[in-house]
């Protein structure tokens, strides 16, 4: 089956850096993707990797490794509005869905 | 910008209630989804659709149908609600016909309590 594991929670330090691991059972996706959804509102895609390798928006980076079945999202200079859930996602082709994984809750503590 | 709006933020039913959650998305997109979100289960797809009138079912389509009769609208049916179907309902929509690359736009969710 398709299956997303990710941690349920994660506390770090504001200005740290912090990654969130997402690895999976499954093959034949198109790419991983990551959103973001604090409490109360709604998710929001944040970044995409198509290919293996590191893609870098800002202060988000994510990696993808098909041949670890691994991928993760690093976020440095933390600043507490990080603080939300951040999801995994793959898509398949010929399908319009995304599978989602359940989500890491990161706490940004002063 | 982009903007997928559901009906209600919050919403109270009944028991053996039908409810209709509805969602409306102005960015001619062709795909829409219902999920709904409950504690450590994260995001589970209950149906979407990929064109007017077309409709698939996702992965919990139990107890739920849908409607799309207009492009921009998608319209989730609890045919009669249970206690069970208590959660937060998220519709979404992306652009394409496939999801290969195409970030899903999510509206701000409904909160609905089944007494």
């Known amino acids: 089956g398709q299956s997303l594991e990710q941690p349920s929670e994660v506390t770090a330090v504001e200005g740290a850096i912090v990654q969130i691991n997402c690895t999976y059972q499954?093959?034949?996706?198109?790419?991983l993707s990551w959103y973001q959804q604090h409490d109360g509102g709604a998710p929001t895609f944040l970044s995409y990797n198509a290919l293996d390798g590191l893609e870098e928006t800002g202060r988000f980076s994510s990696f993808l490794s098909r041949s670890d079945s691994y991928g993760y999202l690093l976020l440095q200079e933390l600043q507490m509005k990080d603080s939300a859930s951040y999801f995994c996602?793959?898509?398949?082709?010929?399908?319009?869905?995304?599978?989602f994984g359940k989500g890491t809750k990161l706490s940004v503590i002063p | 910008d982009v903007k997928v709006t559901q009906s209600s933020r919050y919403l109270v039913k009944r028991t053996g209630e039908k409810v209709f959650l509805e969602c409306v998305q102005d960015?001619?997109?062709?795909?829409m989804f219902w999920y709904r979100q409950d504690p450590g289960l994260g995001l589970r797809l209950i149906y979407f659709?990929?064109?007017?009138?077309?409709?698939e079912k996702g992965d919990i389509p139990e107890g739920y149908s849908v409607s799309r009769e207009k492009k921009e609208r998608f319209s989730l049916i609890l045919e009669s609600a249970s206690t069970n179907q208590t959660s937060m309902y998220l519709c979404?929509?992306?652009?394409?016909?496939?999801?290969?690359?195409?970030?899903?736009?999510f509206g701000d969710g409904t909160r609905l309590s089944i007494l």
């Open positions: 659709s990929y064109d007017v009138k077309m409709k």
């Open positions: 996602a793959v898509s398949f082709p010929g399908s319009y869905q995304l599978t």
């Open positions: 960015m001619d997109h062709e795909n």
């Open positions: 979404a929509s992306t652009g394409e016909r496939s999801a290969k690359n195409q970030p899903q736009h």
């Open positions: 499954t093959s034949g996706f198109y790419g």
